[in-house]
């Protein structure tokens, strides 16, 4: 059994709790807040120890749940890495590229599992439109929209929408692509009167071609949690929320190049437009009624699940650090092109 403790007894330490206390694999034994209401809380709730000071814990566990808020993340994660803790840390990994880098070093150096909490990863509308994404995955570029909104909900004052919303966009956008990423060019828009910006819109051009469109707002009207993904064989929109899929894609007949619009005669091209479009693109929409993995998984858990099997089995998580440091990097040079209001040329040898 892994011994596992939380720190952070918050709302995001409470789901990672949950999921914790019912993995056959796991024994929850302590968490770990300055609240001691917080801690009090989550440690009746699932009958183990509350701690005040993380010195306290350390001893007694083989691995940790790093829930806190984004300005402890590299302090109490260089603290566990560093006495051999193996680390699941909820996104961001850090607001700092340099304090990313000394975190994945640190846990490079021990030997130990280090997870970042980019949960999205896990959900199951993004495993089931990775079928469509083999030619993007082989090298062909593409054209990628992402939104992300909610209303402000007062949880995360320590970053702005693009560290705290947007970079699970970015995150798995990187994955996707098999290219470098040239340019950022971004705007920002601080609403609320803090020092973080609250919208977002960032644009990133890799240099296979691919373009990727950010959006990302902590104050809008309504949630949304959506991408749609273009290339010559298909677009794919992925709602993550609704957790559905619907690929539009183009038949045979246009994808071998047997249709040439060009050399379609005027009476014929009248008699083929009124239904052209329905007969030769064809539309797949899959939802939990029909695709029953939509409606099976549960992402916070299956990230647990990835945690604890790299764990036994020593290997890399499917979002380890070095993954998430590549978002932490783009997330940074969105908030430089922010800040300056101009295109950055990314380059990541001079990070």
Not at 20 to 27: K, V, W
Request: contains cysteine; negative net charge.
């Amino acid at each position: 059994m892994i011994k596992l403790g939380i720190i952070g007894a918050g709302r995001l330490g409470s789901f990672h709790a949950n999921k914790a206390s019912s993995h056959n694999a796991i024994e929850l034994v302590g968490v770990v807040d300055p609240s001691k209401q917080a801690r009090q809380n989550l440690a009746e709730k699932y009958h183990v120890r509350e701690y005040a000071a993380l010195e306290e814990l350390l001893p007694i566990v083989d691995a940790v749940v790093i829930a806190s808020p984004t300005s402890l993340h590299y302090e109490l994660g260089e603290i566990c890495l560093r006495n051999g803790l193996h680390v699941l840390m909820e996104k961001p990994m850090c607001s700092s590229w340099n304090h990313a880098q000394k975190l994945v070093e640190i846990a490079q150096q021990t030997g130990v599992v280090f997870q970042i909490g980019h949960v999205e990863e896990f959900n199951p509308a993004w495993r089931v439109a990775q079928e469509g994404f083999q030619d993007i995955k082989n090298g062909h570029f593409a054209l990628i929209d992402a939104a992300r909104t909610s209303g402000y909900t007062f949880r995360i004052t320590d970053v702005g929408t693009v560290f705290d919303m947007m970079i699970h966009d970015l995150d798995l956008v990187l994955s996707l692509i098999p290219s470098p990423v040239l340019w950022v060019d971004a705007i920002g828009f601080n609403i609320l009167g803090g020092i973080h910006e609250d919208i977002a819109n960032a644009q990133i051009r890799f240099e296979n071609g691919t373009i990727a469109r950010f959006y990302s707002s902590r104050v809008a009207p309504n949630p949304i949690r959506e991408m749609r993904i273009t290339s010559m064989s298909c677009t794919t929109t992925i709602d993550f929320s609704a957790r559905t899929v619907k690929k539009y894609q183009p038949d045979k007949q246009i994808t071998q190049g047997l249709f040439k619009p060009e050399y379609v005669a005027p009476d014929t091209a009248a008699k083929l437009a009124p239904n052209f479009m329905q007969e030769h693109f064809l539309t797949n929409e899959m939802t939990s009624d029909t695709v029953p993995a939509l409606a099976a998984g549960d992402a916070l858990a299956a990230e647990m699940d990835d945690f604890v099997e790299s764990i036994q089995n020593n290997r890399q998580p499917s979002v380890s650090g070095q993954r998430a440091l590549n978002a932490i990097a783009i997330a940074e040079t969105i908030i430089e092109s922010i800040r300056k209001k101009i295109p950055i040329r990314f380059n990541q040898q001079n990070r």
